[in-house]
């Protein structure tokens, strides 16, 4: 075929042979443009991401709902906890529904117990994360802890290119850079009001800015370590298995900070109602929706998605609940748009999918035989 030249490598063992191809075809760049273009836009990646976008726009316009106009006073622990409870029981359920012909529910979920481990150590980063927000609050402002929280989005695109070892393009970079820089402006009626730009009288400002730094390193740590844990286990766990590892570890984690508040203002579930149900619905939602996003896109794109939820709840909420939406927040929502764009339509060669760590008491060749797909 006329522009393309073919060359073949034998490996030293001689039983692999690998074929490289070189073209010169002028259509080739473009062709490869568009497959890339069909790979972002896979119809089950882009569904699980407007899912999660829209699970946490709904989340947070309801809980401003419940907490802003209702003036309901529940322990958003409590929320959690329910949350948690609620996934534990739904991915318990749907293990149960897919074992294979003979096989027992009960030593299937225990086993997943013993080896829940991974999931345990991901439960206690989320601990600590809540810990430190308290912390960093408790000693500098909300203003000057929003500001700090939009790092978030690069710790975990550093922490992506350290732990997945991922190269992202310059656009992607630069895309990401300006989307922080975007949900900073968008935010700005918090950080830029004068009652939020205070510091805590008595707090220590060093201690609340190294808390809330060690927080967002701690978020972008969480989510490629949840990735990895998710994608090259030798174990292939589904995502149900990992929900209700994750839960089981995270439950003891939340009446833990339920019993620390003493149950609240309204005490130990006091001041419930049908919103406070619907956003432990939404909760746990969102918990299987973040497994889903990162099992079939990844935690970057798992980002842009609820990114893009902090546009869509802010416009809702001004439309319905009567919230702030200044020109500077619709030309930053704007900046947040065209910095997801840019990202996610980047014709830059898409990256090698992780490959399952290999079993240490395995050969390789018998790994190869017998590793079989994770159930969705």
């Known amino acids: 075929m006329p522009g393309h030249h073919r060359r073949a490598r034998t490996h030293s063992s001689g039983r692999i042979r690998v074929v490289e191809e070189e073209t010169e075809d002028p259509d080739f ?132 290119s350290v732990m997945l070892r991922r190269s992202y393009s310059m656009t992607k970079w630069r895309a990401l850079i300006s989307l922080m820089m975007g949900v900073l402006l968008f935010s700005e009626p918090i950080w830029n009001r004068d009652d939020n730009s205070k510091n805590p009288e008595g707090g220590n400002v060093m201690l609340g800015t190294a808390s809330v730094l060690i927080e967002v390193t701690l978020s972008g740590f969480a989510s490629i370590y949840f990735e990895k844990v998710i994608k090259t286990d030798p174990e292939q766990l589904g995502i149900w298995e990992r929900n209700y590892q994750l839960a089981f570890g995270s439950i003891p984690i939340y009446l833990m900070f339920m019993f620390w508040e003493d149950g609240g203002v309204a005490g130990y579930f006091g001041g419930w109602s049908v919103v406070a149900g619907i956003l432990a619905l939404l909760g746990a939602a969102g918990g299987m929706l973040v497994a889903l996003s990162i099992k079939h896109g990844d935690s970057i794109l798992k980002t842009l998605a609820t990114t893009g939820a902090i546009v869509l709840s802010a416009t809702l909420d001004h439309y319905i609940l009567g919230g702030p939406l200044t020109n500077i927040m619709c030309i930053a929502g704007v900046i947040v748009v065209i910095s997801i764009c840019n990202y996610t339509f980047d014709m830059s060669p898409p990256e090698t999918p992780l490959q399952t760590e290999p079993k240490a008491d395995k050969p390789d060749e018998e790994i190869a035989l017998t590793k079989t797909t994770a159930r969705y």
């Open 29 to 160: 760049a473009k062709k490869s443009r568009i497959m890339v273009f069909k790979s972002m836009m896979s119809s089950t990646k882009l569904f699980v991401l407007v899912m999660l976008c829209m699970q946490n726009t709904m989340f947070t316009v309801l809980r401003r709902y419940s907490q802003g106009v209702l003036k309901e006073i529940y322990s958003k622990y409590e929320v959690l906890l329910v949350g948690e409870l609620i996934k534990f029981v739904y991915s318990a359920y749907k293990i149960s529904s897919e074992l294979s012909q003979g096989e027992q529910a009960f030593p299937k979920l225990r086993y997943l117990l013993k080896r829940s481990s991974k999931m345990a150590v991901l439960a206690c980063i989320y601990g600590a994360m809540n810990i430190l927000s308290f912390v960093a609050l408790r000693n500098i402002s909300a203003g000057m802890f929003t500001v700090f929280a939009q790092l978030k989005i690069l710790t975990t695109a550093t922490c992506s």
